[in-house]
């Protein structure tokens, strides 16, 4: 299994600003993703951090917007930049661990409010 | 393309049945089934792979029709415990895909005593 820890689990931000959320895993992994969960939905795959390459993101999400960082193999960030209300969501990092790497595990979630 | 969920929503009373399907419009390599509960993150419940075997966990078990390119989740003889909103994931081969999840758009299951 995988423990994630995942900062800050809550915050109200202005928008405008911009927001780092933390995620650090207790054993090295690979790949970690990120995800968004608007109220009351499903989870959507936001990008695939890897160690020592640039991120990879999903149709609908660009760097600009969502600058991620990925300084080892058990740390990431995602930044929500230039934040709107539209970007009030829970963000959610996950790795991949388990017998051969096939089970998700996910932080607890960074739920955001944008005012 | 996102995995359709059915039903959206459950009533149950503790001991009853409930069965939640996941279908998708493309082939499937693998699909994971979660569980979140509210204010919680999804907790893993299992994976089924293609040509694998229908699995079970407790009185939660799963099939995987590959050919229908749909799965389902069997929940029997419920307890309160397994309120929450279900959610399938659909996984793909490997390469840089390999770890991205697509969900579907989960269903609520209720419990009563």
């Known amino acids: 299994s995988a423990v994630i820890s995942q900062k800050p689990s809550r915050d109200i931000c202005q928008r405008g600003t911009s927001l780092t959320i933390q995620c650090q895993v207790d054993s090295q992994v690979t790949m970690m993703f990120w995800y968004r969960q608007q109220p009351g939905q499903s989870l959507t795959l936001i990008a695939t951090a890897n160690q020592g390459s640039e991120a990879t993101y999903e149709s609908g999400f660009v760097i600009d917007k969502f600058p991620i960082s990925r300084p080892n193999l058990t740390f990431s960030t995602l930044t929500v930049s230039n934040m709107s209300p539209e970007d009030s969501s829970i963000y959610l990092c996950?790795?991949?661990?388990?017998?051969?790497?096939?089970?998700?595990?996910f932080g607890q979630g960074t739920r955001l409010t944008v005012v | 393309q996102q995995p359709v969920q059915s039903p959206q929503a459950v009533i149950l009373r503790e001991g009853e049945d409930a069965v939640i399907n996941c279908s998708s419009s493309?082939?499937?390599?693998?699909v994971h089934w979660y569980r979140q509960k509210h204010g919680e993150a999804p907790v893993f419940l299992m994976i089924?792979?293609?040509?694998?075997e229908q699995k079970g966990h407790e009185k939660i078990s799963a099939s995987f029709n590959e050919k229908k390119q749909q799965s389902s989740l069997y929940l029997t003889a419920s307890q309160l415990s397994y309120s929450g909103t279900y959610f399938c994931?659909?996984?793909?081969?490997?390469?840089?895909?390999?770890?991205?999840?697509?969900f579907g758009q989960g269903t609520i299951l209720t419990v009563h005593p």
């Open positions: 493309k082939a499937l390599y693998s």
């Open positions: 089924l792979l293609k040509g694998g």
């Open positions: 994931g659909t996984g793909n081969a490997g390469g840089t895909s390999y770890g991205k999840l697509t």
């Open positions: 996950s790795v991949m661990a388990g017998p051969a790497n096939t089970e998700a595990f």
